[in-house]
Every structure is written in structure tokens, then in C-alpha cells.
């Protein structure tokens, strides 16, 4: 007997087994779903909790229904995010919204991260990344006053070469970075900025970026749909 239950709604249950068939590839992507019948049979549930079931996988773009013929698994892999260099917008479809731009008191982790002392300020850039039009992640850039206040990366515009080159070019260039990775429900911000179905959490990442001798000269917090997005991460060993 296990010392904690599943609690979770039948649909919801039901659903996660779904997914977890989806992401293993054990229900091949563009293949048709057992019937609902069948998925009643296997998980001795009714047919409306079947179907509660799917469309939560629908919403999440996991499934898709193609009338008089059936349900299929998505014809598309999870956009599989790359997180050992920055993206570069460009024409094969990155592109970014800038939200925000202004000095502020950064959050006490962000502070911490960047050695910033309690009556000293960051400047905050805050965006959208999209692909192919879609939103994709949130972004809120910290960098110490000290060094970009009066910099591109102070000014409420788009930096050519994005803020890898404008810290390059304060003599700041990347050198290293870390990810600090957790998931979390969704602000009510992120649901509607990033179009998230309901109870689909975000992947929140937490990144220091360092330059010559380690020093941090950005901390990020990076926050992606949970449903339909992977990061892939990529370790040299010697």
C-alpha cells in the first residue's frame, strides 16, 4: 500500500498515463489513439471521464482530432530548447517582444546572484521569445547598474546581437553560466502571456551569467510552458 495516493480527479490520472505514453514514444507521434472504448476498458473508467481525459490533451496540444476518422498523438516532437548558448532571433523564425526596460531593486535572489548590495540596482529587461510566432518563454534580465546603467542595455530598444554582444562590448563577454531548474504553477502573468492551457506548470529557470574570473554580470529567470517544451543540455567530460 503506498504511503501517499493519488488524489488527482479519474481524467486527471488517466491523463498524465496518456502523457507519459506520449513523451516515451510508446504512442508513436501521428498514430491513431486506441478508441474510446477500448481506453474505457483499460482504465475501467466512463466514457465522459475518457473524454475529459483527452481533451485535456488536446488543450495541451499533446492530441488531435481529426473528424470521422479518429484522435492521433501530435505530429510534432516538443520544441526542444537548447540551454548551453543564448537564441538568436532571426529569420528562421526567433524573434523577441521587449516588454520592459528600467532600473529597479532586483529580488533578493537575483542580488545575491550578482553580489549586489541591498541599496544598489539592476537594470531589469524583461521579453517575450517567440517561434514562428508562438510564445514560448518569459524573461526577466537583471544586469548590475554598475555596468549597464547609461549602456544599450539600459535603453528601452532591441540591442543588435542581442545582450551577449552588448556585454562583449562593455568588455563583459560570456564565459560561463548556470541553471537553477524547478517547476511551479503558473502566475496568472505567465498563463496569459505564454497561452498556457489550465493546469499546465512552467519550467522556471534560474541563470547566472559569468565573464572573466566568474564574475556575474547577469541573472535571469527564464520561465517556459511545461507542456510542449524540453531543455537539452549538452556536458563535455574529460
Do not use: C
Request: glycine share 6%; charged share 20%; aromatic share 8%.
Amino acid at each position: 500500500m503506498p504511503k501517499h495516493a493519488d488524489k488527482r480527479p479519474r481524467h486527471q490520472q488517466i491523463a498524465a498515463d496518456l502523457r507519459a505514453l506520449i513523451m516515451a514514444g510508446t504512442l508513436p507521434r501521428n498514430t491513431q489513439i486506441p478508441s474510446t472504448q477500448q481506453l474505457v476498458d483499460k482504465y475501467d473508467a466512463a466514457n465522459a471521464t475518457i473524454q475529459r481525459a483527452l481533451t485535456i490533451l488536446k488543450n495541451e496540444g499533446y492530441l488531435y482530432g481529426v473528424p470521422g476518422k479518429g484522435v492521433f498523438v501530435r505530429d510534432k516532437q516538443p520544441f526542444v530548447i537548447d540551454v548551453a548558448a543564448y537564441f538568436a532571433p532571426s529569420p528562421e523564425g526567433f524573434t523577441y517582444k521587449l516588454i520592459d526596460v528600467r532600473e529597479v531593486q532586483p529580488p533578493v535572489e537575483v542580488a545575491d546572484a550578482l553580489g549586489i548590495a541591498p541599496n544598489e540596482t539592476a537594470i531589469l529587461r524583461h521579453r517575450l521569445l517567440l517561434h514562428a510566432g508562438e510564445p514560448i518563454e518569459l524573461s526577466w534580465s537583471y544586469y548590475p547598474a554598475s555596468i549597464a546603467a547609461g549602456t544599450p542595455l539600459a535603453e528601452r530598444k532591441r540591442i543588435r546581437g542581442g545582450a551577449p554582444q552588448a556585454l562583449a562590448d562593455l568588455g563583459y563577454p560570456q564565459q560561463n553560466l548556470t541553471d537553477q531548474i524547478s517547476t511551479r504553477p503558473p502566475t496568472p502573468e505567465e498563463v496569459e502571456g505564454l497561452e498556457l492551457p489550465e493546469e499546465v506548470p512552467v519550467i522556471r529557470q534560474f541563470r547566472v551569467i559569468y565573464s572573466n574570473n566568474m564574475q556575474p554580470v547577469e541573472a535571469s529567470i527564464l520561465v517556459k510552458g511545461g507542456h510542449l517544451y524540453e531543455l537539452k543540455y549538452k556536458v563535455t567530460t574529460t
